[in-house]
Structure formats: C-alpha cells, structure tokens
C-alpha cells in the first residue's frame, strides 16, 4: 500500500481540493449541501480552522484552511467532515447497503474519494494566486460565465471586503488562468 505524504505545519495555510466518488455530482443536492455544511461547523467546534477561501462545486470543493497555532492536523478534520457527512446523507440517500466490504472495513461511504490534495501557501502572493483559483473555478467548469454568479463560494465574501470588484473573472480569461495555474 502507498504511504502518502503530507507536509504538515502547525499554523499554516493550506488549499485543499476534495472530490466525490466517481465524480458523482452530489452537491446538486440542497440537502447535500445544508448537510456538508453542518458537518464542516459540526468538527469546527472540536477541531477549530478558518476558512480564508471556499467553493463548491456539484462533485468537488475547494477551500482554503488556516489551522491553529501549535495544530497540523488537517487529515482528522477532512476524516471527520467527510465521515459526518457520509453518515448523515447515506440515511437521506439510503445507499449505505451498497458499500464494499473494504470500504465498511476502512469506515467508508460512497460519497467520496479516497483521499484529498493539499497544498500549503508559501506566501501572500500563492495566497491570492489560490483564492483566484478557487473564485475562477465555476467559470472554468462552464457552470456560470463569472464568478459572481456563482452563489456557492466566498467570492461574494471578498467583494464585500474589496479584495475583488464584483466584475472580476468577467474578462482577461487567459490571463486569470494563467496567473491562477503559472508561476
């Protein structure tokens, strides 16, 4: 079996991506949605980060996490979010009866990939460089023509706050792209 390695560092940023089994586009669901939302705020209690970025897709997720001080641990988090989740949307869905022996050995459901991406943030410019990234991703997949129409990310977050003009994404596409994927 292949031991994967993580870079773990207690206070950092990370950008994760996270995908679900076979791609299934589950978060078309405004049950999944409310659902995978609950469980996020459900291990935040126990297991505190900040979310600094967040989009979400119909079979995948972006997000941009900042752990505590002295706290790396990203991986139970992720296991926790993803389980809860899995738990709670298996009985909406009633799919738990068609899981694997392996993945009822593992403590797996259906929902998800195996395992996730992650990606630390070595500086404010890879910061912004993934929060354009996150922000830009509904118009790569062809859900919306920008970003702001996309009512499932924190793009609306950072127009508030002026880090982006509502019309950002809407243009210069090649050169957001390359930006978001360069360097």
Not at 20 to 26: A, F, H, S
Not at 42 to 66: A, C, M, Q, Y
Not at 101 to 126: A, L, P, T
Request: hydrophobic letters at 30%.
């Amino acid at each position: 079996m292949t031991k994967y390695r993580r870079l773990y560092v207690p206070n950092a940023l990370y950008f994760f991506t996270v995908v679900t089994n076979n791609r299934d586009n589950i978060f078309d669901d405004p049950n999944a949605r409310r659902l995978l939302r609950e469980s996020i705020n459900f291990v935040k209690e126990s297991w505190p980060f900040d979310i600094e970025g967040f989009v979400l897709l119909p079979n995948h997720l972006h997000t941009i996490w900042r752990l505590p001080e002295n706290d790396d641990n990203f991986s139970t988090r992720w296991r926790l979010i993803k389980y809860k989740f899995s738990l709670r949307y298996g009985k909406h869905r009633k799919r738990e009866s068609s899981i694997s022996q392996s993945k009822i050995k593992k403590g797996e459901r259906m929902f998800w990939q195996r395992r996730f991406w992650e990606h630390v943030i070595r500086n404010e410019k890879d910061f912004a460089n993934h929060l354009d990234y996150i922000h830009y991703n509904p118009v790569k997949h062809k859900y919306v023509k920008k970003p702001c129409d996309w009512k499932w990310s924190s793009f609306h977050k950072y127009v508030q706050s002026g880090w982006y003009d509502q019309n950002w994404g809407d243009s210069d596409t090649d050169e957001i792209i390359d930006k978001c994927v360069g360097e």
